[in-house]
């Protein structure tokens, strides 16, 4: 895996926002794989910033969210499909019908699962997948003890994720328990894979994704066996690993390779 470590978060952002609007603009990335929570979210003021400079169209680029709340409507504020609409899809030229999050409305939540499947295979896969790691090592809402073959399906949260979450919904308000997310067997069929980590509070879990040994008690290190994932860090979040030095300087040798044989 490509570990990148970059001063702060801000570094994080730019990085992947460059990443992915290369690629958009060169066509090697025609479907996105998205996510939402904290981290994303300046990556996508980039991408609006980069389409209002008239630097990147997304009118033929396709997207699909990891996940979503089962019992959340697009309208609710928490919803990700309102995530998604208000930050990144309503700013720029996406064509609505080609952003894809699963149905938080769903009747037949299963069959959802399933329908969403088979229109990321119809649409020929996802060229990159964009993540953040949960603090208990989790991608997408593939809490622990996942099956590292799953498929898009329904999760029940862990306390911890309701807890972390819980900053986002009001005292009052009902925040659901089970969502629609993207198996680790999805993710892992993407052609690319960026996963983005910032702040002291995802330390343990970069750690443990990294350097640990793969297993569903740490779903993000089932990214272990693919063979195109490039990790963004900010310093805090790269802070526990402990081969970080080699990191960087693999990182610096990396970019003097591409310098002297691809520029
Ligand atoms: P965050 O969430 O970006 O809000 O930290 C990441 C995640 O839980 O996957």
Redesign the pocket.
């Known amino acids: 895996m490509r570990v990148v470590i970059k001063p702060s978060a801000v570094a994080v952002a730019d990085f992947v926002a460059n990443t992915l609007i290369n690629g958009v603009r060169e066509q090697v990335f025609k479907t996105l794989g998205l ?1 939402t ?4 979210l300046p990556v996508y003021q980039r991408l609006v910033d980069a389409y209002r400079e008239n630097r990147i169209s997304f009118a033929d680029v396709s997207t699909f969210n990891l996940d979503e709340y089962l019992g959340l409507p697009a309208s609710h504020l928490q919803s990700y499909r309102y995530f998604m609409d208000q930050h990144l899809f309503s700013q720029t030229d996406f064509n609505r019908d080609n952003t894809f999050v699963p149905d938080g409305m769903s009747t037949d939540p299963i069959h959802s699962c399933e329908d969403y499947e088979q229109e990321i295979r119809r649409r020929g896969g996802i060229d990159v997948q964009l ?5 208990n090592g ?3 809402f593939n809490e622990p003890g996942s099956s590292l073959a799953s498929r898009t399906r329904v999760k029940t949260l862990t306390e911890q ?1 309701i807890r ?1 979450n819980a900053r986002f919904f009001k005292p009052d308000e009902m925040q659901p328990h089970l969502a629609l997310t993207m198996g680790i067997g999805t993710i892992l069929d993407a052609k690319h894979i960026l996963l ?1 980590a910032c ?1 002291d ?2 330390a343990g879990a970069l750690k443990q994704m990294l350097e640990g040994p793969v297993s569903s008690h740490c779903p993000a290190s089932a990214l272990q066996f693919h063979s195109d994932v490039c990790v963004v860090a900010d310093e805090a979040a790269a802070a526990k690993l402990e081969q970080r030095d080699f990191y960087l300087h693999v990182e610096k040798e990396h970019q003097q390779f591409i310098a002297r044989y691809y520029t």
Do not use: M, V
């Not at 929570?37 to 994303?40: A, D």
């Open positions: 996510a929570g904290s981290t994303p993540l953040g790691i949960g603090r989790h991608i997408g994720t972390d983005l702040g509070g995802k």
